[in-house]
């Protein structure tokens, strides 16, 4: 019993060494993350903008299509109103180029809008692109940096992990699913142990005093009444050195 109490508080010491290993390496991971995130936002508003561009270049051209068609119409009207042989064919004949008028006016004035909306769309992916430059290169630095510090802690995290694996193959299966579970629910620390003498590590509460007894035997697996925390004694804590 002993053993299977000191593999689990091994493991838990193993874990929180691995915790500690990765929180030196700060903000980092999560700013990195942030910042690539931003460069697809970026990229993505880009993309849109040029999608926008793409959509007005084609109604651009179609304007610009019926408004030569309407021009050549007005010029044939025009010359039409000269040959007319009565009234009902001129007022016919006004009517056509009273619409195409309009027509063209109105289609001069979709095709500044068009290109209004496109130098506008231009202007957006030039600072955008700006942006995003500037961004891309921070990330990079931020990369770096992130890599210097995995690099510095992997000798380390991979020394930690071997022995975490090795450690974990000697616990009971079940033990291990209990562990993960007060892991999930709790945090970092699964396995506490007796603090100053008479509490719980994990939530710091009191341990009845008869408990404490039996938590010092190391012959049962004990859960803290306040926190389900697994509780070991502190002097089967002192024989657990992760470090060696
Ligand atoms: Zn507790």
Redesign the pocket.
Same mark, same amino acid.
């Given at each position: 019993m002993e053993e299977r109490l000191r593999l689990l508080y091994t493991l838990q010491m193993l874990d929180a060494n691995l915790f500690r290993l990765e929180e030196s390496k700060g903000d980092l991971p999560g700013i990195v993350r942030q910042m690539r995130e931003d460069v697809a936002q970026l990229e993505a508003s880009i993309q849109q903008k040029r999608d926008l561009i793409t959509a007005n270049v084609a109604a651009r051209n179609k304007a610009d299509e019926d408004l030569i068609e309407f021009t050549e119409k007005l010029e044939r009207y025009k010359s039409q109103q000269y040959q007319v042989r009565n009234n009902k064919e001129y007022d016919a004949i006004t009517k056509e180029i009273e619409f195409a008028v309009e027509s063209i006016a109105s289609l001069q004035g979709q095709f500044q809008s068009f290109e209004g909306q496109m130098s506008t769309a231009k202007l957006d992916i030039d600072a955008l692109t700006l942006k995003l430059d500037e961004k891309k290169e921070e990330l990079a630095e931020k990369e770096v940096d992130l890599a210097k510090v995995s690099e510095a802690t992997e000798e380390e995290e991979t020394k930690l992990r071997g022995a975490r694996e090795k450690v974990a193959a000697q616990i009971a299966r079940e033990d291990i699913a209990q562990y993960d579970r007060i892991r999930n629910a709790r945090g970092i620390v699964s396995v506490?142990v007796i603090w100053k003498n008479r509490c @719980?590590?994990? +939530?710091?509460?009191q /341990?009845p005093p008869q408990h404490l007894i039996e938590i010092r035997k190391n012959d049962a697996l004990y859960m @803290?009444?306040? +926190?389900?925390?697994m /509780?070991v004694s502190d002097q089967l804590a002192t024989t657990v050195d992760v470090d060696a």
């Open positions: 506490a @719980c590590s994990g +939530c710091k509460n /341990i @803290c009444q306040h +926190c389900g925390r /509780i």
